[in-house]
Nanobody
C-alpha cells in the first residue's frame, strides 16, 4: 500500500516536498515513480528512481527543478519540487513496480497511491 502526502497550494516559484510511504517489507526491491494528472489530461510521468536509488529518470518538463529520492530504511520516496510553475498543477501519484525497461511507462507500475493535489497559483 502506498500513501502519498505533502501536496498543497503554493505560489509560483515556491517549493513543496511530496512523500510516499509504503507498507510492507519489500519496499527496497521496488522501483518507484511519480506521475501526475492535470484535469482533462492523461496521467504523465514525472520522475522515477531505481530500487537501490542508483538511477533516476525525469521528464524534460521538470528537469533541474524536481528531485526524486528514497529512504529504504523508512520505506519512503520523496519528490522535492522547486521553482514550481502553474503548469505543475495536478494530482501527483506515486507508484511502484518490480522491474521493466522503461521507467516512464505507467503500465509497468503495479501499485499506485491515492494521489495528492498540488496547486500552483500565478
Amino acid at each position: 500500500q502506498l500513501q502519498a502526502s505533502g501536496g498543497g497550494l503554493v505560489q509560483a516559484g515556491g517549493s513543496l516536498r511530496l512523500s510516499c510511504a509504503a507498507s510492507g517489507r519489500t519496499f527496497s526491491s521496488y522501483d518507484m515513480g511519480w506521475f501526475r494528472q492535470a484535469p482533462g489530461k492523461e496521467r504523465e510521468f514525472v520522475q522515477a528512481i531505481s530500487w537501490n536509488g542508483g538511477r533516476t529518470y525525469y521528464a524534460d518538463s521538470v528537469k533541474g527543478r524536481f528531485t526524486i529520492s528514497r529512504d529504504n530504511a523508512k520505506n519512503t520516496v520523496y519528490l522535492q519540487m522547486n521553482s514550481l510553475k502553474p503548469e505543475d498543477t495536478a494530482v501527483y501519484y506515486c507508484a511502484a513496480r518490480t522491474g521493466g525497461s522503461d521507467y516512464s511507462n505507467r503500465q509497468s507500475y503495479s501499485y499506485w497511491g491515492q494521489g495528492t493535489q498540488v496547486t500552483v497559483s500565478s
